[in-house]
């Protein structure tokens, strides 16, 4: 089986920075495309930031950009999300996800693999 699990979450203050981390366990795959989703409390889940194999297409939501950075290492199979002058409205759960469909680009589209979500608490 394959799984995806998130790490890096937590509380944080205004201003401040994390960065989050999601590793494939078990069965290998290949992810043509890696993505960041978030769900807040109340809220329908809204796309982050993605990334396609090589790491050279990357794209954001306007809501993040310029402050969020995601990046992969495919040795380890992980993808990353570097978050900076993180605001109150960033707090939420947080889902990484695995495309295996055939893609060359970065895509907010068609991902069929998650995980559990990693808590992130922005305070003002």
């Known amino acids: 089986q394959v799984q995806l699990v998130e790490s890096g979450g937590g509380l944080v203050q205004a201003g401040g920075s994390l960065r989050l981390s999601c590793a494939a366990s078990g069965r290998t795959f290949t992810s043509y495309a890696r993505g960041w989703f978030r769900q807040a409390p109340g809220k329908e889940r809204e796309f982050v930031a993605a990334?396609?194999?090589?790491?050279?297409?990357?794209i954001y939501a306007d809501s993040v950009k310029g402050r969020f950075t995601i990046s992969r290492d495919n040795a380890k199979n992980t993808v990353y999300l570097q978050m900076n002058s993180l605001k109150p409205e960033d707090t939420a759960v947080y889902y990484c996800?695995?495309?295996?469909?055939?893609?060359?680009?970065?895509?907010?589209?068609?991902?069929?693999?998650w995980g559990q979500g990693t808590q992130v608490t922005v305070s003002s």
């Open positions: 990334i396609n194999w090589s790491g050279g297409s990357t």
């Open positions: 996800a695995g495309r295996t469909q055939v893609t060359d680009n970065a895509t907010p589209y068609g991902y069929n693999y």
